[in-house]
């Protein structure tokens, strides 16, 4: 916030320094301004993390393995993987 509050600052400061904006000739169209999109991310620019949890059984009792994806993108894995597992997803700093 502090950066584009300098920028129009600054952008202003320049503009009354060079007189204002340049005069407009007759029958010549003014120029297009360009605009700038900005979006909102999720912390960490929407990065994400997950881990798996397996098991042996469909009951989801007796665990099998797991299976960790970190924020820094190392995946670790213990035991073996099975057809049951449950997983969730967190978000990164």
Same mark, same amino acid.
């Given at each position: 916030? /502090?950066?584009?509050?300098?920028? %129009?600052? *600054?952008?202003? &400061? &320049? &503009?009354? =320094? @060079?007189?204002?904006?340049?005069?407009?000739?007759?029958? #010549?169209?003014?120029?297009? /301004?360009?605009? #700038? =999109? +900005?979006?909102?991310? +999720?912390?960490?620019? !929407?990065? +994400? !993390?997950? $881990?798996? /949890?397996?098991? $042996?059984?469909?009951?989801?009792?007796?665990? =099998?393995?797991?299976? $960790? !994806?970190? @924020?820094?993108?190392? %995946?670790? +894995?213990?035991? #073996? #993987?099975?057809?049951? *597992?449950?997983?969730? =997803?967190?978000? @990164?700093?």
């Amino acid at each position: 916030m /502090t950066l584009s509050r300098w920028v %129009i600052g *600054f952008s202003a &400061l &320049l &503009l009354g =320094a @060079c007189g204002g904006p340049a005069e407009m000739e007759e029958g #010549v169209a003014p120029e297009t /301004t360009a605009s #700038v =999109a +900005q979006r909102s991310e +999720q912390p960490g620019g !929407g990065r +994400q !993390g997950f $881990h798996r /949890t397996y098991y $042996h059984d469909a009951a989801k009792t007796r665990w =099998a393995g797991a299976l $960790h !994806g970190d @924020c820094l993108g190392y %995946i670790t +894995q213990s035991g #073996v #993987v099975t057809s049951y *597992f449950d997983e969730y =997803a967190f978000l @990164c700093e």
